[in-house]
């Protein structure tokens, strides 16, 4: 989890029972005191229904371009 942090990467988790999205932000799981979990290896359970959820890591939210990137055709 801290190789992420550095490289402000945030971890995505979704639930495809729930159709639910939750992002952890791996600098705040670290600084809440959570264990530096290897987060392939780590599963992470939904809190609704309790299946694990698929994971996705994404890029800084500074780091995309900005909405100009693209435009209407
Ligand atoms: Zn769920």
């Given at each position: 989890?801290?190789?992420?942090?550095?490289?402000?990467?945030?971890?995505?988790?979704?639930?495809?029972?729930?159709?639910?999205?939750?992002?952890?932000?791996?600098?705040?799981?670290?600084?809440a005191?959570?264990?530096?979990?290897?987060?392939?290896?780590q599963?992470?359970?939904?809190?609704?229904?309790?299946?694990?959820?698929?994971?996705?890591v994404?890029?800084?939210?500074?780091?995309?371009?900005?909405?100009?990137?693209?435009?209407?055709?």
């Open positions: 989890m801290s190789d992420l942090a550095k490289c402000k990467m945030r971890l995505g988790l979704h639930c495809r029972e729930c159709n639910r999205w939750v992002e952890i932000l791996p600098q705040e799981w670290l600084d005191g959570k264990p530096d979990v290897n987060y392939i290896e599963k992470f359970k939904c809190s609704g229904c309790g299946r694990a959820a698929s994971k996705q994404r890029p800084p939210s500074d780091g995309l371009e900005n909405a100009n990137a693209y435009q209407g055709m």
